[in-house]
């Protein structure tokens, strides 16, 4: 039973190009989490959603970020125009559930690197 | 929004040692958990925490939820090497969805062999 499954790993762009994180959840999850994490600090919620649903974007800016988790395949965190200023790691979580009290597995994340 | 303060930010140990760090906040948190991230990796849960008052162990880590849910605190016993990494509180805030953990700034944990 494969984990949650983050591609790619690691991935560079340029200022001003697009970048777009997949994250295919754990077999039988339908409830997605995205969060970024900058060096040396803790991980920061951006999004929860659940199939063709964002439950809560909270912690989204509001400019140039998306968030997508269609019915069939990946979810897809879309950054557009990046800026030195998105390079992070990138993580999902999934869960079978409605969040954290039934159980949230991470992936290895992406890191995004704007040069 | 809800802040997590997490001590102590670093702590270098001789193998053998006992450690200890925790996790404070203002607010109140309804769930509270602890994770280990190696480098290159996602946070990995060692304990979660469901009720205040409780006291949790998982082999040589134990971990409380403190009775005013605002605190938890992890024990590592007998430290090993492979006990490095980064150690993260993380809480479940009431009056927000149950998807939106809060993390604290981490604890990065050294053992010297």
Request: with cysteine; glycine share 10%; hydrophobic share 35%.
């Amino acid at each position: 039973n494969a984990g949650v499954m983050q591609n790619p790993r690691h991935l560079v762009r340029r200022r001003g190009q697009e970048a777009r994180l997949r994250c295919s959840p754990m077999k039988g999850h339908s409830h997605v989490y995205w969060y970024r994490q900058l060096p040396e600090e803790g991980l920061k919620f951006m999004v929860y959603l659940q199939k063709e649903n964002i439950i809560d974007e909270s912690g989204m800016p509001k400019e140039r970020f998306s968030a997508e988790f269609p019915k069939e395949g990946p979810s897809i965190l879309r950054i557009q125009q990046v800026v030195r200023g998105d390079s992070a790691a990138y993580f999902c979580a999934s869960s079978p559930q409605d969040g954290v009290p039934y159980g949230y597995t991470f992936g290895s994340g992406t890191r995004l690197t704007v040069v | 929004g809800q802040q997590l303060n997490q001590s102590p930010q670093s702590m270098f140990i001789q193998e053998g040692e006992d450690v200890s760090m925790n996790c404070t906040s203002s607010s109140i948190f309804n769930t509270w958990l602890w994770y280990k991230q190696d480098p290159g990796e996602g946070p990995v849960l060692l304990i979660a925490l469901y009720k205040a008052g409780e006291l949790t162990s998982n082999g040589r880590l134990t971990a409380q939820f403190g009775i005013t849910r605002k605190d938890s605190f992890l024990n590592i016993s007998a430290s090993i090497p492979s006990d490095v990494g980064i150690y993260f509180c993380a809480g479940l805030a009431g009056g927000t969805s149950y998807g939106k953990l809060t993390f604290g700034q981490g604890t990065i944990l050294t053992v010297h062999p």
